[in-house]
Structures are given as structure tokens and as C-alpha cells.
């Protein structure tokens, strides 16, 4: 599986951004799909993830109710749309995709960052 993520910017607190990734290979829609984001000097983060079918979903506690994970088998893409967001969310943003459940923490492909910059 190959992805390719896209739709970061720069945006202002309360803002909302709309993050995308693009995955290519047949066996997408069997995988787990998660989101993960990156402060340089510090671990990557787990945002979200959602199932192969989008039945379930998991959130970090710093973004639930604020983050939504979503994915379009047919399109084999899979989204993050970001509200509400503050200036703690900036980071580097990753999709990934595992062969394993949401709660799983061993993902087995990444695709490249996209930066997101929130501004206070």
C-alpha cells in the first residue's frame, strides 16, 4: 500500500482543515487506516483511526469531538476533517495504514507528512 497524504496550511485558532490521503494498492480497503501527527523533537502522536468498513473509529483524547476520520473505500482515499483547531495541533501530519485493529499501535505502512500550522 502506498499513500500519499495532502491538505495541510496554515490556518488560525478556531479554524477547520480538511486532511486527505491517498492510498494505492488492491488490498486498501481491507486495512485499518490511521493518522498520526509529529512535533519535530518529540514522538509521534496517534490522532485516529477507523476500520477497514468505517464501522469503528478511535480518537486521541486531545482531539475527540473536535477531529472526525472518515474513509471512501471506493475513492481509496481516507480523511481527516480537523475543527476547531488550536495552535497545540500544529504538527507534521501522517497517514498509515495496518493489517491490525484500530486499538493496535504496529502500523505497517506511512505515507509522507503534510504540515499543518495553526496560529493563535
Known amino acids: 500500500v502506498q499513500l500519499q497524504a495532502s491538505g495541510g496550511g496554515l490556518v488560525q485558532a478556531g479554524d477547520s482543515l480538511r486532511l486527505s490521503c491517498a492510498a494505492s494498492g488492491r488490498t486498501y480497503s481491507s486495512y485499518t487506516m490511521g493518522w498520526f501527527r509529529q512535533v519535530t523533537g518529540k514522538e509521534r502522536e496517534f490522532v485516529a483511526a477507523?476500520?477497514?468498513?468505517?464501522?469503528?473509529?478511535l480518537y486521541a483524547d486531545s482531539v475527540k469531538g473536535r477531529f472526525t476520520i472518515s474513509r471512501d473505500n471506493a475513492k481509496n482515499t481516507v480523511s481527516l476533517q480537523m475543527n476547531s483547531l488550536k495552535p497545540d495541533d500544529t504538527a507534521v501530519y501522517y497517514c498509515?495504514?495496518?493489517?491490525?485493529?484500530?486499538?493496535?499501535?504496529?502500523?505497517?505502512?506511512w505515507g509522507q507528512g503534510t504540515q499543518v500550522t495553526v496560529s493563535s
Open positions: 477507523v476500520s477497514w468498513n468505517g464501522g469503528t473509529t
Open positions: 498509515a495504514a495496518t493489517s491490525k485493529g484500530v486499538t493496535t499501535t504496529r502500523y505497517d505502512y
